[in-house]
């Protein structure tokens, strides 16, 4: 979502709220001589109950309050939701709104079950309008196109309140050339190599614990900085992160239920499932893929297909849980409010954290997102959820703090328990390497390095790595029937990094994808990409004919400029929404928004980031005690926000509401952004129990304007009638495929003569091979890699290099020269370019290298790191690799050119010879 990165402590102080013409600024909905009958509560901070009890409107001693600890009981309560029928009077909608489609006779039944969300009609100008005028962020030339994001001050690649301290200027690159021609540095590098496995691979294989084919343990320092030739490294159950909560838990049984049934969680919690639509739960751990539940009646199970114009994505964000956010976990970052550094993001939280970090992140997985959740959510009429997931889910390098790779082992679950509930999975790639908008949400706030300055292309690179990884899981047979979409970035400020650079990566990306998975309708997931702040319209025709690929808007009031404007009077702004996703729908293809909400101002603790204040008290607007206190909303204010909350849903068709959940404050005691809290809404009446009310909410108050009819572009939901595959417009492909892009920000713009000079990765690395779900012995599942044939290095940096930091390297300086890794000559870099060294001629002996030599200790270490994460299978075939470069070497293949001006060795290009090339082997000699 489009948030603001935390601001400095001596930030604005708060303003008292003063009182605007008819109405209380306390309370929009009340007259000015009116006065709240009940006094302001002194709410318990609890991590259980999500709204003090004395503090509920209409509370009374000895009325039953649901304890969320304890297993529901069968009896509804009264927050549960019933299908709206003809003969009820009482609905859930506003007194002043309309009759909805599905109650009105005069109205012929269409898709999703008779609720005709298509009979929407929207007019107006686009909100996507890039002739809209508005404040440009700070330190950018040109103003942002995006009508509702931050405004003027509130945000920008340099945010306000972080250091700006820059990098010591570097003069030189890391720039990897051909990775097949750079084997071996000098000639004694094959004799050395078998010196050493013969030293080491006893050892190794001696101490090496057992481990399953399914599993290797490769660290996340090894997979992003050793050097390699492409082998695998999964991390279920290593030392490097992965959970002790991937064992396979025996609660997890054969069974299945609906409405009313008992379920059973798989930490062993029973509760009762509730699903008034019909919805029902199955699981089989024996046989995994061969059941569903399915989520609702009108909503197709995973064993169907989805239907894109007849099925309709109706979801919500599991935000903050595996990628935090100080204003939705706020008791999380409370704790960590006097330590050094101050948690701010999860950069700085992890910091924080220390030795506590893989107990307490842990803990936060395990308890803030449970399986509970998803059999609520599904019992709330949606069928889609939305998971953040940050780059370190995969990997991280040395330096980083994150937690690496158990978050992954908690989406494995999210996988697990959606298919147990017939829910389906949009994955995002949230935090991107570098920074992809320098908000909180990216991971650690700051500045942008994605795409933009010194490091852009590298973190461009690792970004790719990361979409390479999550797709090759994703599309297994039984997990891509889940997983059915992915989005390549969250939120990334297109008009810092440019339109042109950012299509370029797309492009890069969507390539990535479909060599993946191959193409249409089954094969892999959605892609989708984010408009960038431009507006759907803005990426019209944009590789028109590719396969499956959609775009994802974020469309928010909350920081355009702050209005005493209820939210009834702001519904309609909502619903111009419509015409602009209806005409992208029809032109472009999958059009939906990622992420909403019922804000309509930036009012919430910490919505703008740690000790921030907010544009709605620093600008005079008002106060946000009201928008806060969702305890003492009256039934009006609560009416006027489920009217905007079905706009929304109305005018953006297929939706996220972000977020699920906002977690306690614990100096406060309740969860004090509640306009972005879909369960307390729920729960308290400002968002329908049925969500296909909103269907014609907006024709019914008169917003009308371009129909969807339903019908996507062939080849947006992979449908090739004629062709295997899909045909790309050449227009497109001619102005997105350069990679990297020919200019980089900041501006004025790096020359692609400069960008060749920017430090870059090699794809020398071992591949992440993602853990998947541990499941009992005789269950079939896939290995985390779906394309055997895709055996490329993972994307590494250069052993030797010296990079700058990934976030924070906007003004380091261009390098003035191409250089290689600042190894020792006589060092081994393997599968890295040689180091850079005055060339000598080859003795006509191999001189003896002694055991007890630097290069012989320096390797040794190498090897040893390498072996420790090798399989008995892989140690046999690295020993029979350095078998055969022995014998190689004492049969002359390496060559005694070693004066030659392109130092290449080894390389059958340059004058290198097979096994069977006789003619060279008898010129060389044989022993």
Same mark, same amino acid.
């Given at each position: 979502?489009?948030?603001?990165?935390?601001?400095?402590?001596?930030?604005?102080?708060?303003?008292?709220?003063?009182?605007?013409?008819?109405?209380?600024?306390?309370?929009?909905?009340?007259?000015?001589?009116?006065?709240?009958?009940?006094?302001?509560?002194?709410?318990?901070?609890?991590?259980?109950?999500?709204?003090?009890?004395?503090?509920?409107?209409?509370?009374?001693?000895?009325?039953?309050?649901?304890?969320?600890?304890?297993?529901?009981?069968?009896?509804?309560?009264?927050?549960?939701?019933?299908? !709206?029928? /003809?003969?009820?009077?009482?609905?859930?909608? !506003?007194?002043?709104?309309?009759?909805?489609?599905?109650?009105?006779?005069?109205?012929?039944?269409?898709?999703?079950?008779?609720?005709?969300?298509?009979?929407?009609?929207?007019?107006?100008? /686009?909100?996507?309008?890039?002739?809209?005028?508005?404040?440009?962020?700070?330190?950018?030339?040109?103003?942002?196109?995006?009508?509702?994001?931050?405004?003027?001050?509130?945000?920008?690649?340099?945010?306000?309140?972080?250091?700006?301290?820059?990098?010591?200027?570097?003069?030189?690159?890391?720039?990897?050339?051909?990775?097949?021609?750079?084997?071996?540095? #000098?000639?004694?590098?094959?004799?050395?190599?078998?010196?050493?496995?013969?030293?080491?691979?006893?050892?190794?294989?001696?101490?090496?614990?057992?481990?399953?084919?399914?599993?290797?343990?490769?660290?996340?320092?090894?997979?992003?900085?050793?050097?390699?030739?492409?082998?695998?490294?999964?991390?279920?159950? /290593?030392?490097?992160?992965?959970?002790?909560?991937?064992?396979?838990? +025996?609660?997890?049984?054969?069974?299945?239920?609906?409405? $009313?049934?008992?379920?059973?969680?798989?930490?062993?919690?029973?509760?009762?499932?509730?699903?008034?639509?019909?919805?029902?739960?199955?699981?089989?751990?024996?046989?995994?893929?061969?059941?569903?539940?399915?989520?609702?009646?009108?909503?197709?199970?995973?064993? =169907?297909?989805?239907?894109?114009?007849?099925?309709?994505?109706?979801?919500?964000?599991?935000?903050?849980?595996?990628?935090?956010?100080?204003?939705?976990?706020?008791?999380?970052?409370?704790?960590?409010?006097?330590?050094?550094?101050?948690?701010?993001?999860?950069?700085?939280?992890?910091?924080?954290?220390?030795?506590?970090?893989?107990?307490? &992140?842990?803990?936060?997985?395990?308890?803030?997102?449970?399986?509970? *959740?998803?059999?609520?959510?599904?019992?709330?009429?949606?069928?889609?959820?939305?998971?953040?997931?940050?780059?370190?889910?995969?990997?991280?390098?040395?330096?980083?703090?994150?937690?690496?790779?158990?978050?992954?082992?908690?989406?494995?679950?999210?996988?697990?328990?959606?298919?147990?509930?017939?829910?389906?999975?949009?994955?995002?790639?949230?935090?991107?390497?570098?920074?992809?908008?320098?908000?909180?949400?990216?991971?650690?706030?700051?500045?942008?390095? #994605?795409?933009?300055?010194? &490091? @852009? %292309?590298?973190?461009?690179?690792?970004?790719?790595?990361?979409?390479?990884?999550?797709?090759?899981? %994703?599309?297994?047979?039984?997990?891509?029937?889940?997983?059915?979409? %992915?989005?390549?970035?969250?939120?990334?400020?297109?008009?810092?990094?440019?339109?042109?650079?950012?299509?370029?990566?797309?492009?890069?990306?969507?390539?990535?994808?479909?060599? %993946?998975? @191959?193409?249409?309708?089954?094969?892999?997931?959605?892609?989708?990409?984010?408009?960038?702040?431009? $507006?759907?319209?803005?990426? /019209?025709?944009?590789?028109?004919?590719?396969?499956?690929?959609?775009?994802?808007?974020?469309?928010?009031?909350?920081?355009?400029?702050?209005?005493?404007?209820?939210?009834?009077?702001?519904?309609?702004?909502?619903?111009?929404?419509?015409?602009?996703?209806?005409?992208?729908?029809?032109?472009? $293809?999958?059009?939906?928004?990622?992420?909403?909400?019922?804000?309509?101002?930036?009012?919430?603790?910490?919505?703008?980031?740690?000790?921030?204040?907010?544009?709605?008290?620093?600008?005079?607007?008002?106060?946000?005690?009201?928008?806060?206190?969702? #305890?003492?909303? +009256?039934?009006?204010?609560?009416?006027?926000?489920?009217?905007?909350?079905?706009?929304?849903?109305?005018?953006?068709?297929?939706?996220?509401?972000?977020?699920?959940?906002?977690?306690? +404050?614990?100096?406060?005691?309740?969860?004090?952004?509640? &306009?972005?809290?879909?369960?307390?809404?729920?729960?308290?009446?400002?968002?329908?129990?049925?969500?296909?009310?909103?269907?014609?909410?907006?024709?019914?108050?008169?917003?009308?304007?371009?129909?969807?009819?339903?019908?996507?572009?062939?080849?947006?939901?992979?449908?090739?009638?004629?062709?295997?595959?899909?045909?790309?417009?050449?227009? =497109?492909?001619?102005?997105?495929?350069?990679?990297?892009?020919?200019?980089?920000?900041?501006?004025?713009?790096?020359?692609?003569?400069?960008?060749?000079?920017?430090?870059?990765?090699?794809?020398?690395?071992?591949?992440?091979?993602?853990?998947?779900?541990?499941?009992?012995?005789?269950?079939?599942?896939?290995?985390?890699?779906?394309?055997?044939?895709?055996?490329?290095?993972?994307?590494?940096?250069?052993?030797?290099?010296?990079?700058? *930091?990934?976030?924070?390297?906007?003004?380091?300086?261009?390098?003035?020269?191409?250089?290689?890794?600042?190894?020792?000559?006589?060092?081994?870099?393997?599968?890295?370019?040689?180091?850079?060294?005055?060339?000598?001629?080859?003795?006509?002996?191999?001189?003896?290298?002694?055991?007890?030599? +630097?290069?012989?200790?320096?390797?040794?270490?190498?090897?040893?790191?390498?072996?420790?994460?090798?399989?008995?299978?892989?140690?046999?075939?690295?020993?029979?690799?350095?078998?055969?470069?022995?014998?190689?070497?004492?049969?002359?293949?390496?060559?005694?050119?070693?004066?030659?001006? *392109?130092?290449?060795?080894?390389?059958?290009?340059?004058?290198?010879?097979?096994?069977?090339?006789?003619?060279?082997?008898?010129?060389?000699?044989?022993?």
């Amino acid at each position: 979502m489009s948030r603001l990165v935390s601001q400095p402590q001596s930030f604005s102080p708060r303003l008292t709220a003063p009182s605007y013409g008819p109405y209380s600024a306390d309370d929009p909905f009340a007259s000015s001589s009116s006065q709240f009958s009940s006094p302001r509560a002194s709410p318990r901070p609890s991590d259980y109950i999500e709204r003090p009890q004395r503090a509920q409107r209409g509370y009374q001693e000895g009325s039953e309050m649901r304890n969320l600890t304890a297993p529901p009981s069968r009896r509804a309560a009264p927050w549960k939701s019933r299908v !709206p029928r /003809s003969e009820s009077s009482d609905i859930f909608l !506003p007194t002043m709104a309309y009759t909805p489609p599905h109650l009105d006779p005069s109205i012929p039944p269409s898709r999703d079950n008779g609720y005709v969300e298509t009979d929407s009609i929207f007019s107006g100008r /686009s909100h996507f309008d890039s002739s809209a005028k508005f404040g440009a962020p700070v330190g950018a030339s040109t103003p942002n196109p995006y009508a509702h994001g931050p405004t003027t001050g509130a945000l920008g690649y340099d945010p306000v309140g972080f250091s700006q301290e820059k990098l010591v200027k570097r003069e030189r690159s890391c720039i990897p050339t051909n990775p097949t021609k750079r084997r071996l540095l #000098f000639f004694g590098v094959p004799l050395l190599l078998v010196i050493v496995a013969a030293v080491v691979v006893g050892a190794v294989i001696g101490t090496q614990k057992n481990k399953s084919s399914s599993s290797s343990s490769g660290g996340s320092s090894g997979s992003s900085d050793s050097s390699g030739s492409g082998s695998d490294s999964s991390g279920s159950g /290593s030392s490097d992160g992965s959970s002790s909560q991937d064992t396979w838990s +025996s609660y997890i049984t054969t069974g299945s239920g609906g409405d $009313g049934s008992t379920a059973t969680s798989d930490l062993g919690n029973e509760f009762t499932y509730t699903n008034e639509f019909g919805g029902t739960w199955s699981q089989n751990p024996y046989d995994p893929y061969s059941v569903s539940g399915q989520a609702q009646s009108f909503s197709p199970s995973l064993l =169907e297909d989805w239907k894109w114009g007849e099925h309709v994505v109706r979801g919500v964000n599991l935000g903050g849980w595996l990628v935090t956010e100080p204003f939705i976990v706020p008791g999380l970052y409370e704790r960590y409010q006097n330590t050094t550094p101050k948690a701010i993001d999860e950069y700085t939280l992890s910091q924080a954290m220390g030795d506590n970090l893989a107990t307490e &992140m842990e803990e936060h997985y395990k308890t803030f997102i449970t399986e509970e *959740d998803f059999a609520l959510i599904a019992g709330a009429g949606l069928n889609y959820v939305r998971i953040a997931l940050g780059y370190w889910a995969v990997e991280t390098i040395d330096g980083e703090p994150y937690l690496p790779k158990v978050s992954w082992t908690y989406f494995v679950k999210a996988i697990g328990w959606a298919r147990k509930y017939g829910l389906r999975i949009l994955v995002d790639f949230h935090s991107l390497p570098g920074s992809q908008n320098g908000w909180n949400h990216s991971g650690k706030g700051g500045s942008v390095n #994605f795409l933009y300055g010194i &490091m @852009g %292309i590298a973190n461009a690179q690792r970004s790719l790595e990361t979409v390479r990884s999550i797709t090759e899981y %994703i599309s297994q047979d039984g997990i891509k029937e889940v997983v059915t979409m %992915i989005g390549l970035v969250n939120e990334v400020q297109g008009y810092v990094v440019g339109q042109d650079v950012l299509a370029a990566y797309y492009y890069q990306a969507y390539e990535l994808i479909r060599g %993946i998975t @191959g193409y249409g309708a089954g094969n892999g997931p959605i892609v989708l990409i984010h408009e960038g702040f431009s $507006g759907v319209a803005a990426w /019209s025709g944009f590789l028109s004919g590719a396969d499956r690929l959609g775009l994802d808007q974020h469309p928010y009031l909350a920081f355009a400029t702050q209005t005493t404007d209820n939210h009834t009077v702001q519904a309609k702004t909502v619903c111009g929404w419509g015409g602009g996703t209806n005409d992208s729908s029809t032109q472009f $293809g999958i059009t939906i928004g990622g992420e909403w909400s019922n804000a309509i101002n930036d009012c919430g603790h910490w919505l703008d980031g740690v000790d921030s204040t907010p544009q709605y008290e620093s600008t005079g607007t008002g106060s946000c005690t009201f928008w806060e206190e969702w #305890f003492n909303w +009256s039934d009006a204010t609560k009416e006027s926000v489920k009217e905007y909350t079905m706009a929304n849903m109305d005018a953006l068709q297929n939706h996220f509401f972000w977020t699920w959940k906002i977690g306690n +404050s614990t100096e406060k005691g309740y969860a004090t952004s509640p &306009m972005w809290h879909y369960k307390l809404g729920l729960e308290q009446g400002w968002i329908p129990k049925d969500p296909r009310v909103a269907g014609g909410y907006c024709k019914g108050i008169g917003i009308g304007g371009n129909q969807f009819e339903g019908t996507y572009p062939s080849s947006a939901i992979g449908s090739f009638a004629s062709t295997a595959t899909p045909t790309i417009a050449a227009a =497109e492909l001619a102005s997105h495929s350069a990679w990297p892009p020919t200019a980089l920000g900041p501006s004025p713009s790096y020359s692609a003569a400069q960008i060749s000079l920017f430090p870059t990765l090699t794809q020398t690395g071992t591949r992440n091979v993602l853990a998947t779900a541990t499941h009992p012995a005789n269950a079939t599942l896939g290995g985390g890699w779906v394309n055997a044939a895709d055996t490329t290095g993972a994307w590494v940096r250069v052993k030797g290099c010296d990079y700058p *930091d990934a976030y924070d390297a906007t003004a380091a300086s261009v390098p003035t020269a191409t250089t290689t890794p600042t190894a020792p000559a006589a060092e081994v870099v393997a599968g890295g370019p040689a180091t850079a060294r005055t060339p000598a001629k080859r003795p006509a002996k191999t001189p003896a290298v002694s055991a007890g030599s +630097s290069v012989f200790k320096r390797a040794k270490v190498e090897l040893e790191e390498d072996l420790a994460s090798k399989d008995k299978e892989e140690l046999a075939a690295l020993v029979e690799k350095y078998h055969r470069l022995y014998l190689h070497f004492w049969k002359g293949k390496v060559r005694n050119e070693f004066g030659s001006d *392109d130092e290449d060795i080894l390389s059958d290009e340059e004058g290198g010879f097979d096994d069977d090339d006789e003619d060279e082997r008898e010129d060389h000699g044989e022993e």
